[in-house]
């Protein structure tokens, strides 16, 4: 039989952590919305409906919640694994595989990576953690994605992996995905024979 102490301790820890996540969560609408640079502290606790002391014991600083809401959006919806594409020999059966699932990531992701990515351009804490996220994952991509393609190839091929890219071709001039990705197919395919 459980004592009444270790009852009260494990409700509290539960009461702690739904508090911290009721937290990041309100970060990550508040950073999908307005951007994590322009995201205060204040604006953050009325939001998650807590006191600001209480938001402070969760995260004392920027950096540590900037990492949970990163977290909380991988756990949600992890980006596209390059692993699976390594095993595919043509070029552009890798590409046919992979930008189509990049592409759907974007789609899915597209507020919270428009701010993100706009605020790491200025914002020291977002580009430290938009870095730690997204440069390991991009140069996997590129590499499996850009095997035995020529070195003007894997330019445009730099180009076709941008969230930036993905935006002007289906969110700005809109494309479907299916015509997005065939179109960077075809500049890659180009790619081969432009003279550096």
């Known amino acids: 039989m459980k004592s009444p102490r270790t009852y009260t301790l494990k409700k509290r820890a539960e009461t702690l952590a739904e508090t911290r996540r009721r937290i990041v969560e309100a970060a990550v609408a508040l950073h999908s919305s307005v951007g994590p640079a322009r995201t205060t502290f204040s604006m953050l606790a009325e939001r998650a409906g807590v ?3 209480t938001l402070y014991a969760h995260f004392p600083d920027e950096k540590s919640l900037l990492t949970a809401c ?3 959006v991988e756990e949600r919806d992890p980006m596209p694994d390059a692993a699976p594409w390594r095993r595919i020999q043509d070029w552009r059966e890798r590409l046919l595989a992979g930008l189509p699932a990049i592409y759907s990531w974007y789609e899915r ?6 701010c993100v ?10 580009q430290e953690i938009a ?11 590129a590499e499996v994605l850009g095997a035995k393609l020529n070195a003007r190839q894997r330019a445009v091929l730099g180009l076709a992996l941008s969230y930036h890219t993905w935006r002007t071709l289906v969110r700005q001039n809109g494309l479907k995905q299916a015509a997005a990705v065939s179109a960077m197919i075809c500049a890659v395919d180009c ?3 432009v003279k550096p």
């Open 117 to 126: 990515l706009r605020d790491a351009e200025h914002h020291q804490p977002t």
């Open 109 to 114: 992701n597209a507020d919270v990576l428009a």
């Open 131 to 141: 870095a730690q996220r997204f440069v390991p994952v991009f140069a996997a991509y």
């Open 51 to 53: 006191q600001r002391n």
């Open 191 to 193: 790619a081969k024979d």
């Open 70 to 72: 990163s977290g909380l």
